[in-house]
């Protein structure tokens, strides 16, 4: 991680049948110049935790704070306070540093905000034991539900003849039910995780997915599998059913990434960082450990090397010999570039 990020958001959770919060839905966090605005915030709702944590506001805390906002300049988040406060669902204020992990629900929810609003990147956060944080809730039609509090929903529906349609049983809500990035295009919306982090003039295609605490930098094609804490540089390509080995899949503390400029083909994938430049061929599934035979321009045998030692050599196209099904990595004249046309997602 870099230098710490503070942030605060106010939201509006969801609870279950206890009152527990489950989830929060976080409009417009604020990312802070430094902690004391962070423990300002939280102070003046006489809520004493440092940098880290939530209160559920009421309306006299919710006119404390906007007010407190309206004296800092803040003017559009006082008014945006205000609005929300309206709402029957709990009023949260949440600050969070970049170097805690969450503790909570709301605290998780947060950097995953901060991550898909692109106010934090990948890597910048701690995300460590977010997923014992979260829980395990039916995403349905009627919002988010536990899933002990499922089968009475359900019923209900039913005798009100109405449908509750169960999208998905997660942790992770799909990103765009919460924000949609500007300048991205998403085939579909179920494959991208809130936390996924998308640059501007990514295209996800219906085939593509994005974890959280992952993504794309810039222009990118995505038809493959971008796994939890992988970054894909700019004017890359991922094609069709291709993977990526993420830290969560076997990777250690390895973190994997794709350079600019590169191309991973269909059904292709890689468990090493591969630098700028670069293109693994159709089926090919290049790990750290892959003996690769490493030839130079005239096709002369440089050395044999295990992937993770020449994945730090830009431009070079890693295939398998036809012939006797070795890998090889041969020097590239000139790297992938992607369409303009194409990738213009305004």
């Known amino acids: ?48 935790a440092g940098h880290n944590g939530f209160t559920v506001l009421d309306p006299s805390g919710a006119e404390t704070l906007a007010n407190r906002l309206l004296a800092d300049q803040q003017a559009e988040l006082a008014s945006l306070l205000q609005r929300m406060a309206t709402s029957t669902r709990p009023l949260l204020l949440c600050a969070s540093s970049s170097a805690a992990p969450p503790a909570s629900i709301p605290e998780a929810f947060l950097k995953l905000h901060l991550l898909s609003h692109r106010l934090a990147r990948p890597h910048e956060l701690n995300l460590d034991g977010i997923f014992g944080v979260l829980r395990n809730l ?17 019923l209900d529906a039913q005798l ?7 999208y998905s ?30 640059g501007a003039g990514t295209t996800v295609m219906h085939e593509g997915f994005v974890n959280f605490n992952a993504g794309t930098e810039g222009t990118a094609m995505i038809e493959g599998r971008i796994s939890a ?9 991922l094609g069709g059913g291709c993977s990526t080995m993420g830290t969560l ?8 990434s794709v350079g600019k400029n590169c191309l991973i083909g269909a059904n292709a994938g890689i468990g090493i960082p591969l630098a700028d430049g670069c293109t ?16 130079d321009h005239q096709g002369n045998l440089v050395r044999t090397a295990k992937a993770r030692e020449i994945c730090h050599l830009t431009e ?6 036809s012939l006797t099904g070795s890998v090889e990595a041969v020097p590239l004249h000139k790297a992938v570039a992607l369409n303009e046309a194409l990738h213009s997602n305004n």
């Open 169 to 198: 049983v997660d942790k992770f809500p799909k990103m765009s039910n919460y924000i949609v990035p500007t300048g991205v295009r998403i085939a579909d919306t179920a494959r991208i995780r809130l936390g996924a982090y998308l």
């Open 138 to 154: 039916a995403w349905t039609n009627k919002g988010a539900i536990d899933l002990d509090d499922l089968p009475v929903r359900q």
């Open 160 to 166: 009100r003849g109405e449908l509750l349609e169960i």
């Open 229 to 237: 804490g992988v970054v894909v540089g700019e004017d890359s390509d």
């Open 249 to 256: 899949s076997g990777g250690g503390r390895e973190i994997i």
């Open 316 to 321: 070079l196209l890693y295939r398998r010999n």
């Open 1 to 48: 991680m870099t230098n710490t990020i503070y942030s605060f958001a106010i939201g509006l959770g969801t609870t279950d049948s206890k009152g527990d919060i489950i989830e929060v839905y976080y409009p417009r966090p604020q990312v802070c110049s430094d902690a004391s605005f962070n423990e300002q915030i939280l102070n003046h709702c006489d809520w004493q």
């Open 280 to 295: 693994v061929e159709a089926g090919l599934y290049v790990t750290a450990g892959t003996k690769v035979n490493l030839l």
